[in-house]
Structure formats: C-alpha cells, structure tokens
C-alpha cells in the first residue's frame, strides 16, 4: 500500500468516526421540576431527581436540563449515574448486552455540571453523542460552608438506597 493510500485512509477514518459527529450545545434547557426533596436527618437535605427504580430521564446528546431542586440552599455535593435503560428492573439480573438492566455511576462529560448551579437549580448537559438514562443526585448540609464541589472532591455522607 503506498503511503498516499496510507493517509487516505487514515483521513477518511477520521471523517466517518463518531467524533464531531454531534452538536452538543446550544439546546433550550429543559426545567425539570418533578424531582424528590428529602430531609434525611440532622440537617441533611438529599434531591433525586428520579426515585432509583422509576423512569429516569432521557438524555439524549446535548439534552439539558434545569434541574429546580428543593433544597434549601445550594447543594454541597453531586453524583449522576447513566444507564441505557429508562427504567432499571430490580428483579431481573444485568440484563444482556442488547437489553442491559444496569447503570455506571457518570464519567468524563456524560454529565456536565454548568455554571447555573445554586440555592434554586442545577443545570446539567449531556456533553456527549450517546443516548442515555440519568439520575441526578445532590446534597445540602446545614450549617456546611464548603462551594459546590464534584463528586470526587466530596462524596455524600448520605447513601440514598
């Protein structure tokens, strides 16, 4: 093969890969006001936005979504888990490569944390090109004076199942 062949073909593989291949950006957000505000105990406040065995949201590339949380301040702490199933059946193992019944706690940009994050929402986008499930957690601890951190920096004190 002679090394235009070579290039060629390296640039063609570049063109048809999945990088690039979607916009994710500029989508109206989307306010999501149907989440679970609870008082877990001594002052800790916990959102969901599904319950874990409910429908998730779908999360197509690029969705958005103002999250209205409840919380009676800005939460402290966040996780996300994604899954390409709606609805998570507890009865019914993994599920199959084709049909899979699991979810993965959120990695890199499948759930991207923008700059409205406060005492009355948190906006979240789906900063890659595949189409997921999400559930969004975040916690308030009275009295807390630590910044809105990820997940890595502070995990929750509360385990919500």
């Known amino acids: 093969m002679t090394r235009l062949s070579v290039v060629l073909l390296s640039l063609l ?5 999945a990088c690039g291949a979607c916009d994710t950006t500029n989508q109206e957000p989307i306010e999501y006001r149907q989440g679970i505000t609870t008082e877990t105990g001594a002052g800790v406040w916990l959102y969901e936005s599904t319950g874990v065995h409910d429908d998730w949201l779908h999360f197509p590339a690029g969705r958005t979504y103002d999250l209205v949380h409840g919380l009676p301040g800005t939460p402290q702490s966040w996780k996300a888990d994604v899954s390409f199933k709606s609805r998570l059946d507890p009865e019914a193992g993994s599920g199959t490569t084709q049909d899979p019944n699991n979810a ?12 409205r994050w406060g005492p009355r929402l948190v906006r979240i986008r789906n900063d890659t090109c595949a189409e997921v499930y999400v559930r969004f957690i975040a916690q308030y601890v009275e009295g807390a004076e630590s910044e809105p951190t990820s997940p890595d920096a502070a995990p929750m004190s509360v385990e919500p199942w």
């Open 13 to 17: 593989a570049l063109q048809t890969s």
């Open 104 to 115: 993965a706690p959120a990695a890199g940009n499948q759930v991207v944390v923008d700059a």
